[in-house]
């Protein structure tokens, strides 16, 4: 008798467990919505319609889209896409951010927090996607863990380009010019070196910003010397008077209405490396004016002068028992006004005067104290 | 011998060439404006460009 053997059936195997990964294959922008559809059982297609509806409501959406893109990793790379469509895929990236940009006050509505947000960041990352293509050359393609990766990179470089551009410009115009430049050389040189050794055009950019800096300075000829802020000074007589003034950056006003200057001349050195600096006098005492700005302007009772590289020289004369001030002022960026009254400084525009011109449109009484006035 | 990276080299080499008429302003052998500076820097980053545009053609 034949005994039957029990027939073993074997279980059927177990799914992997559901891990939520972001989709090489199923992808618009970053793969998260084809990935939470994968991992949920439903079809992709409902998950972005619902990320998109609730991109309307304050946007929410979008804050966990962005959340997922840098916390969820992607699938394993036997799923990987040809490059062809990768780089399809960061075309859509550009696309439909810049489509974002321009759309998301419109269509945000309620939500215009967030589209005030999201210009600024998509500009930001465009700005150092930009950037790092320039210095580094490598293309716009990618996923969109490249597309982050160069963005940041790119940053880092502007970030750091600016940094220098800022050391060149305070490094030179505090008096450390040849230091300065030593260091724009010393670039040079790494770059020189680093052309045969390694990949070393990241620092042209950065290396360029601090040759900037540096040059600015020389070329305005600006001293930061003498401190930053406001100087008001109002000497009481003629001993009080200083022969020099200086200031760094801001704004200087020097009044000398009650300095009951000497019959004769009264020489007069102003140095101001960035901003304003005003000279008012009585109506009884000429000015003569020498001035070197390397951008911005002169203003002389109404006369101008303003552009790059301005010099001045006016050189009226006060007659014989006249006084006569005059004026040798070295302006890097800003201007230098002569004035009789505090009131007719550039800030104090009248509108019914007409003011249009850079500090208004002076109508007071012109370099009365001289002999050919 | 390895083949330089000719845009840093272009690059670096602009630059050492700046930053020294920047140090012959600095010790007033030359008096920089910017009328010459500005013909000096685009020079300087023209040639940076144009090495970067040439070593990206196939």
């Keep these: ?373 | 011998m390895r083949r330089p990276d000719v845009p840093a080299l272009v690059a670096g080499v602009a630059l050492v060439g700046f930053g020294g008429v920047l140090l012959l302003d600095a010790v007033d052998t030359l008096h920089l404006t910017f009328a010459s500076v500005v013909p000096v820097a685009c020079a300087a980053m023209g040639a940076t460009l144009l090495a970067l545009g040439l070593s990206r053609r196939p």
Excluded at chain 1, 90 to 119: D, H, M, Q
Excluded at chain 1, 140 to 153: E, M, N, P, Q
Excluded at chain 1, 294 to 309: E, K, L, M, P, S
Excluded at chain 1, 321 to 329: F, K, P, Q, T
């Design chain 1, 1 to 373: 008798m034949e005994s039957e053997q029990p027939t073993q059936q074997m279980p059927p195997p177990q799914p992997p467990p559901r891990r939520l990964t972001r989709s090489r294959t199923d992808r618009v922008l970053g793969g998260v919505c084809g990935g939470i559809g994968r991992a949920l059982g439903v079809d992709a297609l409902i998950v972005r319609i619902l990320a998109v509806a609730l991109l309307f409501a304050g946007g929410i959406s979008l804050i966990v889209y962005v959340a997922m893109l840098v916390l969820v990793p992607e699938e394993a790379e036997g799923a990987e896409q040809p490059s062809s469509l990768r780089d399809a895929n960061t075309a859509v990236v550009v696309l439909v951010a810049i489509g974002l940009i321009v759309l998301a006050p419109i269509l945000l509505g309620g939500g215009l927090l967030v589209a005030g947000l999201l210009f600024p960041l998509a500009f930001i990352a465009l700005a150092g996607m930009v950037t790092w293509w320039l210095v580094s050359g490598e293309p716009f393609a990618g996923d969109a863990g490249d597309v982050i990766r160069r963005s940041s990179l790119g940053l880092v470089v502007l970030v750091g380009s600016a940094l220098l551009f800022g050391a060149g410009f305070l490094g030179a115009g505090i008096g450390g010019d040849a230091a300065a430049a030593g260091a724009v050389v010393a670039a040079g040189l790494v770059l020189v070196v680093g052309a045969f050794v390694g990949r070393v055009r990241w620092v042209i950019l950065p290396a360029m910003a601090l040759a900037l800096g540096v040059s600015v300075v020389a070329a305005a000829g600006i001293s930061l010397d003498g401190g930053v802020g406001e100087r008001d000074y109002r000497p009481g007589s003629s001993a009080a008077l200083k022969d020099r003034y200086e200031l760094g950056a801001g704004e200087m006003v020097l009044d000398l209405r009650r300095a009951d200057l000497p019959r004769g001349d009264t020489p007069l050195k102003l140095q101001l490396g960035m901003g304003q600096a005003t000279l008012v006098v009585p109506e009884n005492v000429c000015v003569a004016s020498k001035a070197d700005v390397g951008a911005g302007a002169v203003d002389v009772f109404g006369d101008t002068n303003a552009g790059v590289n301005v010099g001045w020289d006016d050189q009226p004369e006060a007659g014989r028992r006249g006084r006569r001030v005059v004026v040798d002022a070295d302006v890097g960026f800003g201007a230098l006004l002569v004035r009789h009254d505090r009131r007719d400084l550039g800030r104090h525009r009248r509108p019914d005067r007409g003011d249009d011109g850079p500090f208004g449109d002076y109508t007071g009484p012109g370099n009365t104290g001289c002999s050919d006035a």
